[in-house]
Each structure stands twice: as structure tokens, then as C-alpha cells.
């Protein structure tokens, strides 16, 4: 006989109440702790994890129109419910007061840390960017031969992307880097 895990979960359950039942212990606290759970009276919604390719479905309860829990979906047919400790945590992208909400910023030569607006640092980053490729980008190149090739190269900027950013972000960095004509574009997953 084949079970699913669903329907060895079920079973076993099953197996739990009857083994209860025969020995007379008394269920009634499990139950209750059972009733009160954090995704009682949830809406559960089927997604995926956003991450990485592996794609792991994972269920997203809500309760108020705020996600309250994020787990492994059993139905999942190739992961029949896991996540590893990354996608287990995904319920930190909404809901993390931990996140930090101003950037730090440490001057050339202080060996202090201040506090930045999250704005002030992304037209840091941008300026940035701009005044390098304006200064180091390589627009013609001689070959082998002598001749004078295109190749729009900017190699004084090197990316690595972060397992802390999603599918559709490694997808737009990817662009960005590509439009800006960067050569070293790696990810953190593969070093
Ligand atoms: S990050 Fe982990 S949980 Fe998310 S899709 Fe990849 S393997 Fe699955």
C-alpha cells in the first residue's frame, strides 16, 4: 500500500486517538491547545516562495489582512511541504521590526558610523554609479587584429547579488547591470 504524507499524517492521527481511546488518556487538553492555535480562524492562501528557483510552495495565513503565519505547503508535489531555513522565515519580508529603516553610513576615514535617510543612501549609490561608468566605461576596443571594436564594457563596478533578494530582484539587477554594461556579475549563491 502507498501513502502520501497526508494520508500517513491522517493515519497516524487516526493511529494517536485510537491508541487514546484504548488506554483511556484524556485528550481534552491537546485539543484545546489545538483550538488555540495561531492560525485559527486564518485565510490560508497558496503561494510559492520567493527566493529561489527551487520554488517550494508554502501556505500564507492571514488573519485581519495581515500575514500572521508562512509555512510549507504539503501539496506541494516536490517538496511535499519543506522549506529550508530561509524560505521558513519568509514571514520576516512582511512582518519584522527588526528590519532597518535608516542607513549606515561610515565616511572615508571616520571611524564612526551615522545614521542616514534610506533616500539620502539610494542617490548615494546612484551618483555613484553614474560618476564611475561616466569615468571608466570602455566603449571601443582594438582586437587581435588591430581593429577597433564596440564592446560598451564597464569594468570599475562589480556586483554580487544577495540570497537576501528575491527571484524578480536578481531579475532586475541582472537587467541593470547589463544596461550599465558590467561584466562582473556574480551571486552569492554560486560563490
Ligand atoms: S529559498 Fe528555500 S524554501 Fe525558498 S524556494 Fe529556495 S529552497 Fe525552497
Known amino acids: ?3 502520501s504524507r497526508r494520508d500517513f499524517l491522517k493515519f497516524s492521527g487516526a493511529t494517536a486517538a485510537g491508541v487514546a481511546a484504548g488506554t483511556g488518556i484524556d485528550l481534552a487538553p491537546v485539543e484545546a491547545a489545538a483550538t488555540s492555535l495561531k492560525i485559527k480562524e486564518a485565510k490560508a492562501f497558496a503561494g510559492v516562495c520567493p527566493y529561489c528557483a527551487v520554488g517550494c510552495g508554502q501556505l500564507i495565513y492571514t488573519r485581519d489582512n495581515k500575514i500572521i503565519d ?3 505547503n504539503p501539496d506541494t508535489p516536490h517538496t511535499l511541504g519543506r522549506l529550508c531555513p530561509k524560505g ?3 514571514i520576516q519580508l512582511s512582518n519584522n521590526p527588526l528590519r532597518p529603516t ?4 561610515r565616511a572615508p576615514g571616520s571611524d564612526k558610523w551615522e545614521e542616514k535617510p534610506i533616500e539620502w543612501m539610494y542617490e548615494q549609490i546612484a551618483g555613484r554609479y553614474h560618476d564611475t561608468r561616466e569615468k571608466y566605461f570602455i566603449e571601443k576596443e582594438k582586437d587581435k587584429d588591430g581593429k577597433e571594436v564596440t564592446v560598451n564594457r564597464l569594468e570599475a563596478i562589480a556586483s554580487l547579488g544577495s540570497a537576501c533578494i528575491d527571484n524578480e530582484e536578481c531579475y532586475l539587477l541582472s ?8 561584466v562582473y556579475h556574480e551571486h552569492q549563491a554560486r560563490v
Open 88 to 90: 521558513a522565515a519568509t
Open 102 to 105: 535608516r542607513a549606515l553610513y
Open 1 to 3: 500500500m502507498s501513502l
Open 70 to 72: 508562512i509555512e510549507g
Open 175 to 182: 537587467k541593470l547591470n547589463r544596461t550599465l554594461g558590467i
